[in-house]
């Protein structure tokens, strides 16, 4: 990974910055919990859910840009030029927004009465007024390089959400009041990052390139919203066919496990533009190296996780949140399957680099379309299925589970034919190995000795890796 043009000590400091605010977060998420009761954090769970995919009002402009500007000469005036582009046409999604929110505002009773989510759809809406905005402009100092003052203002955006949520615990504040505080720190937000590329913004804009971003963007855009539901369309599933009690234990249980992946992720996102740049030019056998390498990464992350996790569960959600004691399963379910998109992320910016987007994105829709149409089948039909003791949220965790699953297996079939010697079966088998045991002696309520075989597997299969990764960390210090 070192040649990468963001550097091992950069890397290392972002994700400590992250891992920072990921322990803000898991405060957040807890506190909020405890308060709210599991029906009120359903609902704001399935708000902030809308208000993080709200940036598909974009049209994809944050993935074009990383795609087309990845790799190119940041002196060339086509670089500066498509910046610009860019920042002009988020602006003026953002209007749109503006406006759209006002009208949810004047309309909230109304709205409120189709759902509770009805009311708080203005502020979905004014949030991604500057969202959308930041979003680009984070990505555009990534591919710059600059991962550390990203790093910082996610530091500042974590710090001010758990002052927020303190004080409405404290005070006794409603959730309107911890969005109305929460969309002031989006507010800053924008503006911090606003001054960073204030200079390269002027009312010059091609509105040919607009549409050539927007025609590159829009499948990328497609894929990131499907991807992300293929996590997330459990809660919305939940949310509009159930009650909010079980939403918010489903939302509980997501929460944990993307909190627990936060880091992972952001490591992952501060190296796509690179992994992009150098999978346009790699060769056959450098690509292979590359994925073994980054999987084997990934697995002793996974490991490692899985291990704190189960000690997580067991001696702290039981005792303190005895309320959701019961989302385990649901847990484990969706901690598999954004690892099991975290390992298809190099394959997934191997074919982003070789332009098989459209194919991906099939794939990621069809994996959507699998879960949703299995999903809904379940609550019309549950009679049916309540002979194999799971409940239905348990049921909705296991289908996500198999939906990326299936997505997977579709993206390693189609990056095969840019490896060299592909061994993409075995190690899905592996995987597949790892969640079985584990799941079967969890199931037999035997923790411990689920634990000891995964600490087993770490230290006699995973040995390179583990080394490796802590050679990177001892060049760091």
């Keep these: 990974m070192n040649n990468f043009n963001i550097s091992n000590k950069d890397t290392f400091y972002f994700s400590l910055i992250h891992y920072f605010v990921l322990a803000l977060h898991i405060c957040r998420g807890l506190f909020l919990a405890k308060y709210l009761g599991a029906t009120g954090f359903g609902l704001y769970g399935l708000v902030l859910l809308a208000q993080q995919q709200i940036s598909a009002s974009a049209l994809g402009m944050r993935e074009a840009i990383t795609l087309k500007l990845s790799g190119e000469d940041e002196q ?48 979905i809406c004014f949030h991604g007024v500057f969202s959308i905005s930041s979003e680009v402009i984070r990505n555009i100092l990534r591919i710059k390089g600059k991962i550390l003052y990203v790093g910082v203002i996610d530091l500042i955006y974590g710090l001010s959400i758990i002052c927020w949520a303190l004080i409405i615990i404290f005070f006794e504040k409603d959730l309107f009041t911890f969005f109305t505080l929460s969309l002031v720190t989006n ?69 944990i496990a993307s909190i627990v992946n936060h880091g992972l992720g952001s490591i992952t996102w501060a190296y796509f533009s690179s992994m992009i740049a150098e999978y346009k030019v790699a060769s056959k056998n450098r690509v292979s190296e590359l994925s073994r390498t980054i999987r084997g990464y990934l697995f002793v992350c996974f490991i490692v996780l899985l291990i704190f996790t189960s000690f997580l569960y067991s001696y702290f959600i039981e005792v303190f949140f005895k309320e959701y004691e019961s989302t385990y399963f649901i847990f484990l379910m969706i901690f598999y399957s954004q690892f099991i998109q975290l390992f298809s992320y190099p394959d997934n910016a191997l074919l982003l680099a070789r332009k098989k987007i459209n194919q991906v994105s099939m794939i990621s829709i069809l994996s959507c379309l699998f879960m949703s149409t299995l999903s809904i089948f379940i609550y019309n039909n549950y009679d049916f299925f309540s002979l194999i003791f799971f409940q239905k949220i348990e049921l909705i965790s296991i289908i996500i589970f198999l939906g990326n699953l299936l997505y997977m297996i579709g993206v390693l079939r189609l990056s095969r034919a840019y490896k060299e010697k592909p061994q993409d079966l075995n190690f899905l088998i592996y995987l597949c190995f790892h969640i079985v045991v584990f799941l079967f002696f969890q199931k037999m309520n035997m923790p411990l000795i689920s634990v000891l075989i995964l600490i087993f597997f770490l230290v006699i299969f995973h040995r390179r890796s583990s080394a490796s990764l802590f050679r990177i960390l001892k060049d760091v210090f």
């Design 76 to 123: 060339s005036t086509d670089y500066i030029s498509t910046i610009n582009s860019t920042l002009i046409f988020t602006i003026f999604v953002g209007f749109l927004l503006l406006i759209s929110g006002f009208i949810s505002f004047f309309e909230k009773e109304k709205l409120s009465n189709v759902h509770p989510i009805g009311e708080y759809l203005y502020f």
């Design 187 to 255: 507010i800053c937000i924008f503006f911090i990052y606003f001054y960073e590329i204030f200079n390269l913004l002027n009312l010059k804009f091609q509105l040919r390139k607009i549409f050539n971003l927007i025609s590159l963007g829009f499948p990328l855009l497609i894929l990131n919203v499907s991807t992300i539901l293929m996590i997330s369309i459990g809660q919305w599933i939940v949310g509009f066919q159930d009650n909010l009690y079980n939403l918010g234990l489903f939302g509980f249980a997501v929460s």
